[in-house]
Structures are given as structure tokens and as C-alpha cells.
């Protein structure tokens, strides 16, 4: 089903690379764009950067508490396929680009146009906003949580943290490319591994801390649709798929994206099965949903504070950027991407309206980890596992690539098992406890 072509944009100049006029695959009818020179700077290690600023932290503050509920044995061996099938979904899409016909691609809806038409793409492209929308509160509302233990006997409400973090987040909004936010994405990474290293250290050596038993199977206590959502919260851990497109538009040498994937989701993947195991096997079932909150209080807390705000302001600011670059576009064409006072307005404008929004609906879910599953659900299963499967499947039919068995098998798995779990199974799971928790008036932790 090849996608006519779309008219061109005044924000996006376009050139159609159709190879005939009537006889054009779904790759062929790819319309393509041409990146500003002055965008193209990204190294492959500055978008190494740039992955673990977004996806690391936040998911991996809530990997402890899910590893307690799924036991040993669950716990560990979803902690490394997790990696191993979300780092092959990305990869999934680095070939797409690269090896299937789609060499200028920015977009996951530049993809869906090629290979399911305009409504299909228009979908995607639909979805994909949501989910940019969606994660914005999840950060805001982390980096509100980190900063409640910043000063000890302080007590400040939520919301009123939340619009501090607001206030220090919109001058910083005002940095517009992956490139020039990758300056801030190393040093926010190195935070957010001492940070780590400090609550684990505190949890081990500690002995205030409250201990419990752990279990090698699957505690008793959680029930059965409860695994699939603490599993999505090893999912939620490596959703970034989304924006993939958009951090190889940025770089010199697009095709090296495929190493500065797998080198930020190594490390990740080290990071969160160590981070989890330690702190489950220090706290056992005493671990909390965020888990800072497992420290007793003091100064070793009130740094780790610190580092969080400071790390989770950086994911925000980072998962904002291609939000507010399509906002851009779409309410003003004629200023994208260019270096005018103009343009420094109207991108002002679009991030403080996704900052106010943002702010709304993390006041109106302040439930971090049941947030955290509820993303994991709802949106990782389709972006994660059912788009670049699908994607990669048309892609290789319409370019006449033959399959070779191990592809065909994973998106197999992940368009017929993995997204209809995650999906359906996991958010209603997930929908359920969050109803629990306005109910009983605790934060689902």
C-alpha cells in the first residue's frame, strides 16, 4: 500500500526521491528533508550522551521496587532480555534507515508515511506526540520527588516543589538542539550513577535501614496481572525509541547511531540489573517505588536529592526537545530551525505551554511508580516493539530484502505477544492500581 506523497511545507523544504511515476515501492515514496548543515553535529558518543540522559534515570529509581515484586529469578531474567530486546527493536530501526531505503528519515511518521500511507502515518505520528506529551509530567514530577529530600525536616507540598522545578527548567528550555543539550547530558549521567552508588551504599552498610526477606520466585502478594506491569517497568527503562530518528537527523555520521545505541544500552543495562539486585537483595521487600525513599534521612540523602533534581531536570529538557521542535513547526513554519530572534520567541513560547500542561498532569497523577508502569503500558509496547517490527517488516518486503529467520522471529514475537501484553494486559493492570491508590490515599509506592 505505497503513500502518495504529502504537498511540501514551508517549514520542511521537501524533495521527492521516487524513482518512477507510476511504479514506486513504499520506500520509494518516502518524502525526505533537508537538514539545516548548522543541525549536523552530533558525534556518535554526544548521542550516547544524549540516550542515557533521557531514558537512564527514571526508569531505573522504580527497577528496585518491580524486582521486589517479581522475585530473584523473574526480576533478573526480565532485567537482561529487557535489554537484549529493546536494544534489537532500536536496532530494528537503524536498519530501516540505513539498509532499507529510508536514508533521510527524521521521524517515526516520516516511516509510517512510507510504509502505511497518510493515515497510517498521521496515526504515528499522533501517538508518538502523545507519548512526548506523556513523559514530560513523569519528569517534572521525578525531580519534585528528589528535591522533597534535598533539605532534611523541610517539608514542602508536591505541587509546590513541582513549580520550583518549573521555574528552574524554562530558561534551560530555551536550548534547542540534541547537540547543544548533550553538554549537559554526560554530567547528568555521571549524577545519576552516583546517586545510585550512594543510595546503595547507604542501603548496604547502613543499619537503620529496614531489612526484609526476598524471594526466588514470584512473591505470593503479587498477583497475577501485576507481574506483566512490573515488568513494563523494565520496559518503561529503555523507551526512547521515538525519538531515534530525530537524534540521527542531528548527527555527522548517522549510520554510527547503531554503536552509540548499543554502548548507552549496555551501560544502562548494567546499571539498572545491578542497581536492582543490590538494592533488592539490601532491603528485600522493604524497598520503596522510589528509591531514594528507601535512605534513612540525612546528609548522604540530601546529596543524592540533588544529583536526582539535577539529573531528571536534564531527561526533561532533553524528552521535551523534539516536542517542542515539532510544536514549532507545525504553529510556526516559517522560523523552524532557523537562528533568528523569531525563532527564539515562538520556541519560547511552545516549551513554557508544554511546560504549564506538563505541570497539570503531574499534579493530577502523583503516583510515581504507578505512573511509571502506566507509561510502560501504554505507550513502550507499541513504540518499543509494534512499530519498529512493523516498520522493519514493510521496509523489507518493499525493498525485495529477504528476511533472515532470527528477524523474522523477533518481530514476529514482538507484533503477535509483546505489544498485545503490554498493551492491553499491562495498562489495565496498572489502570487498576492506580484506582487502588486514589482510594486508599497512598502513592502507590
Keep these: 500500500m505505497a503513500a502518495p506523497q504529502p504537498p511540501p511545507s514551508s517549514a520542511q523544504p521537501y524533495t521527492s526521491v521516487?524513482?518512477?511515476?507510476?511504479d514506486a515501492s513504499e520506500a520509494d515514496m518516502l518524502v525526505t528533508k533537508t537538514t539545516p548543515?548548522?543541525?549536523?553535529?552530533?558525534?556518535?558518543?554526544?548521542?550516547s550522551f544524549i540516550l542515557m540522559a533521557e531514558i537512564m534515570g527514571a526508569g531505573l529509581l522504580g527497577l528496585p521496587y518491580a524486582m521486589s515484586r517479581l522475585g530473584w529469578v523473574v526480576g533478573l531474567a526480565v532485567s537482561v532480555s529487557g535489554a537484549f530486546f529493546c536494544t534489537y527493536s532500536g536496532i530494528l530501526l537503524w536498519r530501516v534507515r540505513h539498509e532499507l531505503g529510508y536514508g533521510e528519515a527524521e521521524s517515526y511518521y516520516d516511516v509510517a508515511l512510507g510504509t502505511g500511507g497518510p493515515l497510517f502515518g498521521s496515526l504515528v505520528r499522533a501517538i508518538v506526540y502523545v507519548s512526548w506529551?506523556?513523559?514530560?509530567?513523569?519528569?517534572?514530577?521525578?525531580?519534585?520527588?528528589?528535591?522533597?529530600?534535598?533539605?532534611?525536616?523541610?517539608?514542602?507540598?508536591?505541587?509546590?516543589w513541582a513549580l520550583v522545578v518549573c521555574g528552574l527548567l524554562l530558561p534551560a528550555l530555551q536550548l534547542r538542539t540534541f547537540h547543544q543539550l548533550s553538554y549537559l547530558a554526560l554530567p547528568s549521567t555521571v549524577a545519576v550513577v552516583l546517586a545510585?552508588?550512594?543510595?546503595?551504599?547507604?542501603?548496604?552498610?547502613?543499619?537503620?535501614?529496614?531489612r526484609r526477606p526476598t524471594s526466588v520466585w514470584v512473591p505470593e502478594t503479587t498477583a497475577g496481572l501485576q507481574i506483566v506491569s512490573h515488568i513494563s517497568s523494565f520496559l518503561f527503562a529503555y523507551m526512547g525509541h521515538s525519538m531515534y530518528f530525530e537524534v540521527m537527523r542531528e548527527m555527522t555520521v548517522s549510520a554510527d547511531f547503531g554503536k552509540a545505541l548499543i554502548v548507552s544500552n549496555g551501560i544502562m543495562g548494567t546499571c539498572y540489573t545491578a542497581t536492582a539486585a543490590i538494592a533488592y537483595a539490601a532491603s528485600g521487600d522493604a524497598v520503596q517505588g522510589f528509591l531514594p525513599d528507601s535512605m534513612p534521612s540525612g546528609p548522604a540523602k540530601s546529596v543524592v536529592s540533588l544529583l536526582l533534581a539535577?539529573?531528571?531536570?536534564?531527561?526533561?529538557?532533553?524528552?521535551?526537545?523534539?516536542?517542542?521542535?515539532?510544536?514549532?513547526?507545525?504553529l510556526f513554519p516559517r522560523s523552524v530551525d532557523t537562528q533568528t530572534r523569531r525563532a527564539a520567541l515562538d520556541w519560547l513560547l511552545c516549551s513554557a505551554a508544554t511546560l504549564v500542561l506538563s505541570l497539570a498532569i503531574a499534579l493530577a497523577v502523583p503516583f510515581f511508580s504507578a505512573l511509571q508502569d502506566l507509561l510502560g503500558a501504554v505507550l513502550g509496547a507499541p513504540l518499543v516493539f509494534g512499530l519498529p517490527a512493523f516498520f522493519f517488516l514493510r521496509a523489507s518486503r518493499a525493498s525485495g530484502t529477504p528476511l533472515k529467520p532470527l528477524d523474522l522471529g523477533l518481530c514476529v514475537l514482538f507484533l503477535a505477544f509483546f505489544t498485545p501484553l503490554f498493551a492491553l494486559v499491562g495498562t489495565g493492570s496498572t489502570l487498576v492500581q492506580i484506582r487502588d491508590s486514589w482510594i486508599s490515599g497512598e502513592d502507590g509506592r
Design 133 to 160: 506529551a506523556a513523559v514530560l509530567p513523569y519528569f517534572l514530577l521525578a525531580c519534585a520527588d528528589s528535591l522533597q529530600g534535598l533539605v532534611p525536616g523541610f517539608v514542602m507540598a508536591t505541587w509546590q
Design 196 to 210: 545510585v552508588a550512594i543510595v546503595l551504599g547507604s542501603l548496604t552498610v547502613n543499619p537503620d535501614v529496614e
Design 37 to 47: 548543515d548548522h543541525l549536523r553535529k552530533s558525534k556518535w558518543y554526544h548521542s
Design 310 to 330: 539535577f539529573h531528571t531536570a536534564v531527561s526533561y529538557l532533553v524528552a521535551g526537545q523534539p516536542l517542542h521542535r515539532a510544536l514549532h513547526a507545525r
Design 18 to 22: 521516487s524513482k518512477s511515476d507510476g
